[in-house]
């Protein structure tokens, strides 16, 4: 069963918090607990990623949106923004070189999800693959998010005109999931 570390869920408590009579008529019942603000998050806790799929979809509809947006997009990369600004993970970002930023954030993956594995394939100069092997999300919100986040991997580290799209989904019936990345030289 895949899972997903407590940071990434303390992010999502914090959207949810922040309105908590909207998060009640969003959220499933079984997770309200979630919005008591005694109630605490632990960051090294795993947690089930279809509860954290749940999680996703209720804060998902109280995060404002440009028109045209991918919600959950916009909300990997504003979690690549906390995350790679502080301290922790600042070392993952190499300003102007795309492959090691994402072999770094490769690195990283398996400290906040599991079972599977991470790796990056360049594709020339130009371009790389990011593929996760044995990894098996029945719903599609954590590789959306993943495309936001590895998007704003990519403009932290100050690479110019980078792109990101997902390529095949497990939650979409492929073998695994994978990222296109592609920036300008």
Known sequence: MAEIRGTVVIDLVKILRSQPERARQVLPAHHHELLEPGKRVSQVRWMPLNDC?????????????PTGEDVLEAMGGTAANIHLRGEVF????????????????????????????MHVESQGPTSARLVLEGWDPEQDEFCRSMT????????????RGAEVRMAHCHAHGDNQCSWEDKWAD
């Open 53 to 65: 799929a749940e999680l996703m979809r209720a804060a998902a509809q109280l995060v404002p949106t």
């Open 90 to 117: 600042s070392g993952v970002l190499k300003q102007g070189d795309p492959l090691a930023t994402l072999e770094r954030g490769a690195m990283i993956w398996s400290e906040h999800q599991r079972p599977g594995r």
């Open 148 to 159: 936001g986040f590895l998007r704003g991997l990519l403009t932290l580290a100050e690479v």
